[in-house]
């Protein structure tokens, strides 16, 4: 059963969700227009980095969101006014990514220090990014993926429990559900880091097997077919590159210069 079937139908909520997800997009769209977009790009400046990450999630992430927000939101559930419920709700569930995205920018730099020109693509860089987007590959099948995309597809512990008026709460559990969102998720980002984190195709392509997991018919199905679609990209990056659809190789004739940041 997918998380559509059990949640109660609110298509204040879900449009809601959608628009602000469109908007997210176009934003991104728009701030990554002429930006390096090959595997390694230079991530800019921390602040630059945090506010772009933060729309980028509500643009990949809010859509598959959905069910679980229409559901804590449920006056049938004890809440009585949607919209202040869902905005902390949501802005606790979009905190806990952000937290994520820190970390991220932090392994990221911390690996170029460590690695020096290790990871520049003639010299290595390939192997790298191909080696992240197999490990989660690999990832997809353990059970720790299985449990996380488990409580992902449905009510997400107290979120059937009455929050109160408290936006604290609501903030807390929308950052407990954003946590399992980031369990189950964590590999697919790393894979999109690996393709090119600013490349608005491969946002596109990540945020496509992030919705089909979480509200495809079967997640079983899903894992094993996000598996696999992972395993013959790292496949490709390694071995013909220049064959990969959307990949941008670092040092290209074609590749943009990086835009000045923030």
């Not at 997918?2 to 609110?10: G, I, K, S, V």
């Not at 630059?48 to 643009?59: D, E, K, L, S």
């Not at 990832?139 to 597809?153: D, Q, V």
């Not at 696999?228 to 004739?253: C, D, K, N, Q």
């Amino acid at each position: 059963m997918t998380p559509l079937a059990h949640a109660p139908a609110r298509p204040d909520v879900i449009v809601a969700l959608l628009a602000s997800a469109g908007l997210a997009w176009w934003w991104t769209v728009d701030r990554m227009a002429g930006m390096d977009a090959a595997p390694g790009a230079d991530l800019g400046t921390l602040g630059w980095f945090a506010a772009t990450w933060i729309v980028m999630m509500a643009a990949m992430m809010l859509p598959s969101f959905g069910p679980t927000l229409v559901e804590y939101v449920s006056p049938g559930h004890g809440r009585e006014n949607a919209a202040r419920d869902a905005l902390p709700f949501a802005g606790g569930y979009l905190l806990a990514w952000a937290i994520a995205g820190l970390i991220a920018y932090g392994l990221v730099d911390l690996g170029k220090a460590l690695l020096a020109g290790g990871v520049a693509w003639r010299e290595g860089g390939r192997w790298l990014s191909g080696g992240v987007i197999a490990a989660a590959a690999v990832y997809e099948l353990i059970p720790f993926k299985r449990a996380c995309l488990m409580r992902c597809r449905g009510p997400l512990g107290d979120v059937r429990q009455p929050a109160g008026r408290s936006w604290s709460r609501a903030m807390a559990s929308g950052a407990r559900g954003g946590g399992w969102c980031i369990g189950c998720s964590a590999a697919l980002m790393a894979a999109l880091f690996a393709l090119g984190v600013m490349s608005v195709t491969w946002m596109a392509v990540i945020a496509f097997l992030v919705a089909f997991e979480k509200l495809g018919p079967r997640q079983s199905w899903a894992r094993v077919t996000t598996a696999s679609v992972l395993a013959v990209l790292a496949v490709g990056v390694i071995v013909t590159p220049h064959e990969v659809p959307g990949l941008v190789i670092p040092a290209s004739p074609g590749m943009h210069a990086m835009s000045a940041m923030g």
